[in-house]
């Protein structure tokens, strides 16, 4: 069974500072893993994907994986309001027929 | 028009009544997936089908019945269902069904009176 662990939140952040998203897989053989922004009642769209060890930076957002820990995190630099919502990981490993989700963490930006 | 869609986005129907949702992904993907998305909860993985094969069948009632009648199109029939079967029902696509990143539709907001 393949196990995607998040930390439920909420997270609560201020305008401008770092908010730093967690998230621990359980099947070593995971090969991609990515980051969902979902917002109140609507669906969830892609941010980031990462494949490799180290370090992936879009505009404001890094993506952090560490295979050896098993250990995948979303950085979001300067935070607006705007990025209040719910984060999903989810994880793909060959053998499954499809990504395995996360419970998600809610992130609160204060004004 | 690109992208995953769906039909209708709202949807209220009572518990004898029939009704179907539909997806239509526009991004010449080959895999496509239904999800269920209750209040505060996570997503629910329904059904997967690969290239309009079903390969994927989490426990789900029989009163909800998947159909891909090609690997552009995706139907989700309703019959007899419950009200805690109201929810938020996402229809998502991606290139292979396995490592590759689903895009979302914008889901149907489901309510079984």
């Known amino acids: 069974q393949k196990e995607v662990e998040q930390n439920s939140g909420p997270l609560s952040v201020p305008e401008g500072a770092i908010a730093s998203l967690n998230c621990t897989y359980s099947?070593?053989?995971?090969?991609?893993f990515f980051w969902y922004r979902q917002y109140s009642g609507k669906s969830p769209e892609l941010i980031m994907f990462?494949?490799?060890?180290g370090d992936k930076e879009d505009g404001r957002f890094t993506a952090q994986l560490n295979k050896a820990s098993q250990y995948v995190s979303l950085l979001i630099r300067d935070s607006q309001p705007s990025d209040s919502a719910t984060y999903l990981c989810?994880?793909?490993?060959?053998?499954?027929?499809?990504?395995?989700f996360g419970k998600g963490t809610m992130l609160l930006v204060s004004p | 028009e690109t992208g995953v869609t769906q039909t209708p986005r709202h949807l209220v129907m009572g518990m004898t009544n029939k009704k179907s949702l539909k997806c239509e992904q526009h991004?010449?993907?080959?895999?496509m997936y239904w999800y269920k998305q209750s209040a505060k909860k996570p997503l629910e993985l329904m059904f997967v089908?690969?290239?309009?094969?079903?390969?994927e069948n989490n426990s789900v009632p029989s009163r909800f019945s998947p159909e891909c009648p090609n690997s552009s199109h995706l139907f989700l029939h309703l019959h007899t269902l419950q009200p805690e079967d109201s929810a938020l029902y996402l229809c998502?696509?991606?290139?292979?069904?396995?490592?590759?990143?689903?895009?979302f539709g914008p889901g149907t907001r489901l309510t079984v009176l």
């Open positions: 998502a696509s991606s290139l292979d069904k396995m490592l590759d990143t689903q895009y």
């Open positions: 099947d070593r053989g995971s090969q991609s």
């Open positions: 990462i494949y490799s060890n």
């Open positions: 989810a994880v793909g490993a060959p053998g499954y027929s499809t990504l395995t």
């Open positions: 991004l010449g993907h080959n895999a």
């Open positions: 089908y690969s290239l309009e094969e079903r390969v």
